[in-house]
């Protein structure tokens, strides 16, 4: 890898793709993973029709593989399953994201939540809009949606970091896991001796074939939901601030035209998606755009390059919100569509709204240098 590429992946990613749509070898840095969780063979996917069209075959294209990665520390979810099971269990929890409870959630949950969180620096005149804004506001909702307590925030927030980095310090986030398990499991009683209207409780009363959820079916996919929820909202929301924030012509068009959030939304999770890679595992000999890949490779899905690919978009490694639509594939593809989609760009939108409500003569401090950094996962440390 060259020595950028935690910070700026792209040109690495355009080389790989330009030679070829895919190619024997991973963009994962495995350096700091135990021997045990790497893969003994990989090829990478690079082009979007190459991403695309493993994402939408399931069947070859397995996410059992996370069964031998992050499902060691959260246990079984959705996001291994496959077939009638995945199907089963993806209706189930995807009731509580549905469209009525989107339209509550905004006015009752997720604005108030960003506008208190404004008032908090909104007089100091200066913020740090990562620490004070993006990395909490997707925290809070996600807590309130679930029916936790506020005091305890900073823990779960705290364990929900070190499970995503289990391939950095794996014994950590085992700990992590097991913490998370036993404060859901009380939660889980909790709702049983006390039914309430929240993601937890609706998990707790629902049932599939007449068969309740088990206790671990339930804190799994709560192990699941608190990194899925928090790492990529914060971070996209993120990104795109940063990229609004040094393109001012675009700032400027977004705050004097609401309707250009959604194109900008769109455009920055194209441009900066907040998780560059995702694996699958192939279940028989297989051929993708050319490249024969045994039965048993792990393959490596390059959202972000996908996202750049210049064969779908012109000027692709330009961050432009008045492009001509073509829609990315940020949050996947098939049968593992990311569930939280629609939340997600709920809210980011109310999140800027919120911001460009409330906030004049918003700039960028560059002392310090603020930057987009980190692979797989990416956003900017700090947005003074």
């Known amino acids: 890898m060259p020595a950028d590429f935690i910070r700026n992946p792209y040109p690495y990613f355009a080389r790989k793709r330009t030679d070829a749509g895919v190619f024997h070898g991973t963009v994962i840095d495995y350096s700091k993973t135990p021997e045990s969780l790497r893969p003994k063979n990989s090829f990478a996917a690079m082009s979007f029709e190459a991403v695309n069209t493993a994402f939408r075959d399931a069947q070859v294209f397995s996410s059992t593989y996370y069964d031998h990665t992050i499902g060691l520390f959260i246990g079984p979810s959705i996001l291994a399953m496959a077939g009638k099971t995945h199907r089963e269990h993806r209706n189930l929890v995807s009731a509580a994201f549905k469209s009525k409870a989107l339209a509550r959630w905004e006015p009752d949950i997720v604005r108030p939540i960003c506008d208190a969180l404004i008032d908090e620096f909104i007089d100091a005149g200066t913020a740090d809009l990562v620490g004070d804004f993006t990395f909490e506001f997707p925290t809070r909702v996600i807590a309130k949606l679930l029916g936790l307590p506020a005091e305890d925030l900073p823990t779960f927030r705290k364990r929900a970091v070190q499970l995503i980095n289990y391939t950095i310090k794996y014994e950590r986030a085992f700990e992590a896991s097991a913490a998370l398990k036993d404060y859901f499991l009380e939660q889980i009683e909790q709702r049983r001796a006390k039914p309430t209207e929240d993601i937890i409780g609706d998990l707790v009363t629902a049932e599939i074939d007449g068969e309740k959820l088990s206790d671990e079916a339930i804190y799994s996919f709560l192990r699941l939901l608190l990194p899925a929820g928090l790492e990529t909202t914060y971070r996209s929301s993120g990104n795109l601030l940063f990229l609004l924030l040094t393109h001012p012509e675009q700032f400027a068009a977004v705050q004097a035209d609401r309707a250009l959030i959604a194109p900008a939304i769109e455009e920055g999770l194209r441009f900066e998606t907040p998780l560059t890679t995702v694996q699958r595992f192939a279940t028989e000999d297989t ?51 990311c569930l939280g989609l629609h939340l997600a760009r709920m809210e980011t939108r109310v999140a800027l709204e919120c911001l460009l409500n409330r906030l004049i003569d918003i700039e960028l401090i560059t002392d310090h240098d603020p930057h987009i950094y980190g692979q797989p996962f990416r956003s900017p440390t700090a947005l003074p």
């Open 287 to 337: 051929v993708l755009q050319g490249v024969t890949i045994p039965k048993g490779s792990a393959v490596d899905l390059c959202i972000g390059s996908a996202n750049r690919d210049q064969h779908r978009w012109e000027r692709s490694e330009e961050f432009d919100i008045f492009r001509k639509p073509a829609p990315h594939i940020s949050f996947a593809a098939g049968e593992h569509t």
